[in-house]
């Protein structure tokens, strides 16, 4: 069976790192990408368990395709990720017409299952546990010179709105070396930044047992060789947990030159007793304290976070903390969300949700502030020159490239992805930069 593929990803970026695994394999297998499902013999649905609103999304999109498996019954459908994961059979219960449900942890086994499909009718693969890295899987990367690199899965913590302990399971780190001869292996197909991925990424290590009498590596180690990949030129990480971010972590940053100056820290809320109810094991001082040591071992670092409005027994009072603290934080971005219970967490059992009007009033009033800010943190950018990779581009057209700080930036003239610039700012918005080119500086190869 070959044909045409469209693969639709929900939620955070692991999955997006699954997606080029999963688009690797069909590729593998002879299929080609397809924007359209009309023209497609598999749909794939890659998704997230994590938001009320990806799991409607998922079963509004299987609906939708119901009319075309009836008129084409060679159509494939496939649904795999987190939600694959935790709902399992329920998927082909509510929606009988879908092919295959694959599992977090059963990714290497997708082709069989969709072959078996074929002759034995709907399949199902969600074994917990039982392939830790899907390394070993060709990928189809959706940047060229940007590559997604795995070190754990799964996280140890309970944070009490979130199913990912569910669905991935405790946290199992990935053997030193063998990140390390993926990144190699990716700077030799072109790859100039990566990013490197865990649920907590500065708890890596921590489950690994030394050679011998040498003691584990830990997250410092893992960034300080990585740095000292030849050729890479680059290197990102997400996300850290505040509580788990240790000096020698921050003196890696300080001190590898590769390691861009841009951190991922959410903080979820200001507000102390709504943290303790997310079991959240940090207080928003000793957020404030690592995020200070940070800015200062890391000058100009760009921060992003988390924010959840509107967690079950969130008071007015509650709120305003997080208000005060994303007015002193001074966050460059910031992803907010509108808490809504997940079933299967503790958080859902919760008495006192904050009705929903209620949330979503303070959601509108944390974006326009943090939309001010972040308008003018990039403001003060006006005037500087600052190195981009070219993310997109051509010949004659606008380009777009990003930061070390991992800003977005537009400018008009010749660049090609992959090529490193230097651009001044010329203007700011709240999501982006504006620029004009001033240099190449390096080229891949
Ligand atoms: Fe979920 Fe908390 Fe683990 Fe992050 S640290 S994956 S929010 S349990």
């Known amino acids: 069976m070959t044909g045409r593929y469209l693969l639709r990803t929900f939620g955070c970026q692991m999955n997006e790192h699954d997606s080029e695994r999963i688009a690797g394999l069909l590729e593998a297998d002879g299929f080609t990408p397809s924007g359209d499902a009309a023209e497609a013999e598999v749909v794939v649905f890659n998704t997230c368990a994590i938001r009320e609103n990806a799991d409607n999304r998922l079963y509004g999109n299987l609906g939708h395709l119901k009319p075309l498996k009836d008129a084409n019954p060679r159509l494939r459908v496939i649904v795999a990720g987190c939600l694959a994961q935790k709902d399992q059979g329920r998927i082909q219960e509510r929606a009988p017409w879908v092919d295959v449900v694959v599992g977090t942890h059963a990714l290497p086994g997708l082709l069989d299952l969709l072959h078996r499909s074929e002759t034995e009718g709907p399949q199902m693969d969600v074994s917990e546990f039982t392939e830790l890295f899907p390394s070993a899987l060709p990928a189809r990367r959706d940047v060229a010179h940007h590559g997604w690199v795995s070190i754990a899965v799964g996280c140890d913590n309970a944070c009490s709105f979130c199913i990912v302990p569910l669905v991935r399971g405790p946290q199992l780190s990935r053997p030193m070396g063998d990140i390390l001869a993926e990144v190699e292996g990716l700077v030799r197909d072109g790859v100039l930044e990566v990013t490197l991925l865990g649920q ?30 030849d050729g890479l030129r680059r290197v990102r990480f997400t996300s850290p ?94 992803f907010m969300f509108q808490y809504s219970p997940r079933p299967g967490t503790r958080a859902a059992q919760f008495e006192e949700q904050v009705p929903k009007a209620v949330v979503r009033e303070r959601f509108d009033r944390l974006l326009a502030l943090q939309e001010r800010v972040s308008m003018e943190r990039n403001r003060a950018l006006i005037g500087q020159t600052v190195e981009l990779l070219i993310e997109a581009g051509g010949r004659g057209g606008r380009a777009q490239g990003r930061t070390r700080t991992n800003k977005i930036v537009h400018f008009d003239g010749d660049a090609e992805p992959g090529v490193f610039v230097d651009a001044l700012i010329t203007a700011a918005q709240a999501h982006h930069l504006t620029g004009e080119l001033v240099r190449e500086t390096a080229r891949a190869g």
């Not at 907590?200 to 584990?216: A, F």
């Not at 180690?221 to 990585?226: E, M």
């Not at 000058?299 to 988390?306: K, L």
Request: one cysteine or more.
């Open 241 to 334: 947990h505040p509580h788990d971010f240790t000096p020698d972590v921050i003196e890696a940053m300080a001190s590898c030159q590769k390691v861009c100056e841009h951190i991922h820290l959410p903080l979820q809320s200001g507000s102390d007793a709504v943290l303790k109810g997310m079991q959240r094991s940090y207080r928003a001082a000793t957020y404030m304290e690592c995020l200070g040591a940070i800015r200062d071992a890391v000058p100009g670092i760009a921060v992003s976070t988390d924010v959840i409005v509107g967690f079950p027994g969130e008071t007015q009072e509650d709120f305003q903390r997080t208000l005060d603290i994303v007015e002193e934080a001074r966050f460059d971005s910031a």
């Open 200 to 229: 907590n990424v500065n708890t890596y290590g921590r489950d690994l047992k030394g050679p011998g009498s040498r003691r584990r590596p830990l997250f410092a180690d893992l960034l300080r060789a990585v740095n000292d990949v």
